[in-house]
């Protein structure tokens, strides 16, 4: 990875920081507008300020590896709860790599494309290994109960397939896959485990529904 390439090019960035900012959300959301379900409830414009937050940091210490991985792990974990998924995370890559060579216009190049995807994968890997360090499942033989993290997690999943529109049923099932439900499946089955997934997705619709966020149609979804 061109340490130096990359840091001159952004130079130009960070000097019109919220021009870059705008218009990376403008090509996200334009062409992936099912992710505006992450950013609900956000203000766009303090996202905007993080956004460049996290590149000026990160551009700034990539030298510093250990500085680096400590900040991007503890950025993965907050994105966890949000989440975010691998196939999310390739998306922003895709709109990263075409705000910039819009941006950057004719000073574009092969080079500095490569450079950027490089440094983009590095940033993602990082950041998922401080996902999987929140999400890894206890040995202990008591299963524990979910942290808020975890809660927050569960739930944010749960509220984005509903707005998707998945039936009951589909979410259900979606959450049976995820690691948490899995290891509690062990514990207790199957069957007391969609119990309590039931038990979390009667309280989030409850809350979602009072706020007018999901429609009345999609509980009657299930079967």
């Known amino acids: 990875m061109d340490i130096k390439i990359l840091q001159e090019s952004f130079t130009e960035i960070e000097s019109n920081s919220k021009e870059f900012a705008r218009l990376f959300y403008q ?41 680096l991985n400590k900040l991007l792990k503890s950025l993965g974990k907050r994105h966890l709860k949000y989440g975010v998924s691998v196939d ?28 950027w995807r490089q440094a983009y994968q590095l940033i993602v890997q990082i950041m998922l290994e401080g996902s999987e360090a929140e999400q890894k499942p206890t040995n202990d033989r008591s299963f524990p109960l979910p942290s808020l ?13 509903l707005r998707n529109g998945n039936s009951l049923t589909e979410v259900k099932y979606k959450l049976l896959e995820d ?13 007391k485990t969609l119990e309590k997934i039931a038990e979390l997705l009667q309280r989030i619709i409850q809350t979602e529904l009072n706020s007018e966020q999901i429609q009345l149609t999609v509980i009657g979804n299930d079967k």
Not at 36 to 49: D, Y
Not at 58 to 64: A, C, D, E
């Open 27 to 67: 090509n996200l959301f334009l062409d992936y507008p099912k992710i505006k379900n992450l950013f609900e409830n956000v203000e766009i414009e303090q996202q905007e300020k993080k956004l460049m937050t996290v590149f000026i940091v990160t551009i700034g210490n990539l030298h510093n590896r250990t500085y």
């Open 149 to 161: 993290v975890e809660k927050l997690r569960l739930e944010a999943i749960a509220k984005r397939c």
């Open 88 to 115: 999310e995370y390739q998306l922003l890559g895709n709109t990263l790599i075409k705000t910039l060579k819009s941006f950057l216009g004719s000073k574009w190049s092969q080079k500095l494309e490569n450079a």
């Open 179 to 191: 690691y948490y439900f899995k290891n509690l499946t062990l514990k207790i089955g199957e069957k």
